[in-house]
């Protein structure tokens, strides 16, 4: 079904725009991607996760634990986690024994 959209309004209600509802999906159904990237970080090595599909809370744990596992800082930008330094293979680990069916992607 396709939704109006509204050019002109001067009164009256404002449709609020709907934000689809994120899903957590459980580990097995998930294949997240890991890769170290430097673009845009002045040279510094950071380990990059992407494809997790989770709420912000359950990604903000995640983090948490990896960035115990590692022993280094993170953050959580765009649904994307970032753990500083090279940690593919302790990260790639990790996710494995979670249950998730992870892989390293690039070089």
């Not at 159904?29 to 997790?52: N, W, Y």
């Not at 995640?62 to 940690?87: A, F, P």
């Given at each position: ?13 404002t449709v609020p725009d709907e934000t689809p509802e994120i ?85």
């Amino acid at each position: 079904m396709a939704r109006k959209k509204v050019v002109y309004q001067e009164f009256g209600n404002t449709v609020p725009d709907e934000t689809p509802e994120i899903v957590d999906l459980p580990p097995q159904q998930q294949s997240p991607r890991i890769q170290a990237s430097r673009s845009g970080r002045k040279g510094k090595t950071v380990t990059v996760i992407t494809g997790l599909q989770h709420s912000p809370e359950t990604l903000q744990k995640l983090l948490k634990q990896l960035k115990n596992k590692c022993g280094s800082g993170g953050t959580l930008k765009d649904n994307t986690l970032e753990i500083q330094g090279d940690q593919r293979q302790p990260i790639l680990a990790f996710l494995l024994d979670q249950g998730y069916k992870a892989k390293i992607s690039g070089g």
